[in-house]
Nanobody, 124 residues
Framework: QVQLVESGGGLVQAGGSLRLSCAAS????????MGWFRQAPGKEREFVAA????????PYADSVKGRFTISRDNAKNTVYLQMNSLNAEDTAVYYC?????????????????WGQGTQVTVSS
């Protein structure tokens, strides 16, 4: 069973930056795509970005395009989400996800493994 552990969340002022990390452990050889989702209170889980083992990135969600960057270090089995120019609408629990298939999905139901989530709060 692949395990995912997120870190790097916290409280930041509007306009600030945070870098989230997600470390995978277990049979990571089976993992192809790793992605980030987020869920704000009272809202559905929202796709943010994803990246394959071969470092192919999906298009970013429109709400984060130009501000967030996903990257991956296969040697460390870790995926990152650099978040710049944060605003109050970015406040959410951010989840790391991983899947085994060869495609690069953008819907939550297509992911096999999930982290516990890390809270990001942006104060205005």
């Amino acid at each position: 069973q692949v395990q995912l552990v997120e870190s790097g969340g916290g409280l930041v002022q509007a306009g600030g930056s945070l870098r989230l990390s997600c470390a995978a452990s277990g049979p990571t050889f089976s993992v192809n795509t790793m992605g980030w989702f987020r869920q704000a209170p009272g809202k559905e889980r929202e796709f943010v970005a994803a990246i394959s083992r071969s470092l192919i990135r999906t298009p970013y969600a429109d709400s984060v395009k130009g501000r967030f960057t996903i990257s991956r270090d296969n040697a460390k089995n870790t995926v990152y989400l650099q978040m710049n120019s944060l605003n109050a609408e970015d406040t959410a629990v951010y989840y790391c996800a991983a899947e085994r298939a060869s495609h690069i999905p953008t819907t939550a139901r297509d992911y096999d493994y999930w982290g516990q989530g890390t809270q990001v709060t942006v104060s205005s």
